[in-house]
């Protein structure tokens, strides 16, 4: 079983930067593709960013594409998603995600074996 705690979610306003954490239990985190999704109000859960077990490999939404890099740190069992020039429309709560299976897309929930509890980013306008 792997836990996954999400930090670094609040209040901000537009313009601004936040940085997700993700800390994960798992002592091979260096064998899952780490996932971050984010369910605005009244919506559904959708993609934000995905990085592959070494890191060297990234793909991310478009609606986020040059403002979230996402990044991993393997001796820390961490994954982090660095906002930037956030939006009022980025509001939602943040999941961190962890697939340990080999899948041809991780843009998908489906794609994932665990969840993190999530942590609420709200962007001010």
């Known amino acids: 079983q792997v836990q996954l705690v999400e930090s670094g979610g609040g209040l901000v306003q537009a313009g601004g930067s936040l940085r997700l954490s993700c800390a994960a239990s798992?002592?091979?985190?260096?064998?899952?593709?780490m996932g971050w999704f984010r369910q605005p109000p009244g919506k559904e859960r959708e993609f934000v960013a995905s990085?592959?077990?070494?890191?060297?490999?990234?793909v991310y939404a478009d609606s986020v594409k040059g403002r979230f890099p996402i990044s991993r740190d393997n001796t820390k069992n961490t994954v982090y998603l660095q906002m930037n020039s956030l939006k009022p429309e980025d509001t939602a709560v943040y999941y961190c995600?962890?697939?340990?299976?080999?899948?041809?897309?991780?843009?998908?929930?489906?794609?994932?074996?665990?969840w993190g509890q999530g942590t609420q980013v709200t962007v001010s306008s």
């Open positions: 990085i592959s077990r070494t890191g060297v490999n990234t």
């Open positions: 995600a962890a697939a340990s299976r080999f899948s041809s897309i991780y843009s998908i929930t489906r794609a994932y074996d665990y």
């Open positions: 798992a002592r091979t985190f260096s064998s899952f593709t």
